[in-house]
């Protein structure tokens, strides 16, 4: 894959998670994916997608920052929604929040191989204090 196509094909793949076209994720997932380390499949990785979307209704990925070099990106989302009742754990019960994922990807034959994601929980904490 040429360098200069990732960073369409990333935006193309968030956009398709915003519009939850599920059945289109498999141009841009590879079967085998690993999610931080778990091998999810696609299977899995699209269930974990949909759950996310069941738990925020308002589920918006937005590109902050993307970075690409070879067959890497490097991305950071921003989101500001509404989990409906408890997100990583904390209590959220409806309240809007804003917050932000670190997230680094590795693509194959066009295709996202592997993902690893850190989301600021910190900054949740902080708006439910």
């Not at 059945?23 to 759950?51: C, I, K, T």
């Not at 950071?76 to 994922?101: H, I, M, W, Y």
């Not at 194959?108 to 439910?128: F, P």
Request: hydrophobic residues 45%; contains cysteine; proline residues 3%.
């Amino acid at each position: 894959m040429a360098t200069s196509n990732l960073p369409d094909l990333y935006r193309d793949y968030i956009a398709c998670l915003n519009r939850q076209d599920w059945d289109a994720l498999g141009r841009f997932v590879a079967e085998g994916v690993r999610h931080n380390g778990r091998p999810l499949g696609l299977s899995g990785y699209r269930a974990m997608l949909e759950q996310n979307f069941r738990d925020i209704p308002d589920l918006s990925f937005k590109i902050a920052l993307l970075v690409c070099e070879g067959t890497s990106v490097a991305a950071r989302l921003q989101f500001d929604c509404t989990p409906t009742a408890t997100f990583l754990g904390l209590a959220v019960n409806g309240k809007r929040l804003s917050f932000a994922e670190n997230v680094f990807y590795e693509f194959r034959a066009g295709r996202i191989v592997e993902v690893w994601s850190v989301i600021d929980k910190a900054a949740i904490e902080a708006q439910l204090a």
